[in-house]
């Protein structure tokens, strides 16, 4: 059915799976009903697309200058090996 055939391409859109139909790019797919629904977004193409708003921005810049407003560590740790090159010390 379209469901599978739309995971198994890379959750590809109704349109380009709509041309793969009429210029017969594969075999098989032709088997499959011509309809192709309108609500064809599965739940990982729902969450791919969903998108998180962006922080508001602020109109002064005093607060940066207070003490200790960034900070930067460094949570990663050390890595082994830490380098692929065997010559680096």
Known sequence: ???LW???LGHMGKYKFL?????QM???INDIERVVPNDNLCAACI???QARLSFEK???KEYIK???FNTHSDVCGPITPSTIN???S
């Open 19 to 23: 041309e793969l139909q009429n210029k």
């Open 1 to 3: 059915n379209y469901e």
């Open 86 to 88: 065997p010559f680096a």
């Open 26 to 28: 594969v075999d098989d």
């Open 47 to 49: 969450k791919g697309k």
């Open 6 to 8: 739309h995971q198994r």
């Open 58 to 60: 602020r109109k002064d």
């Open 66 to 68: 207070r003490p200790l």
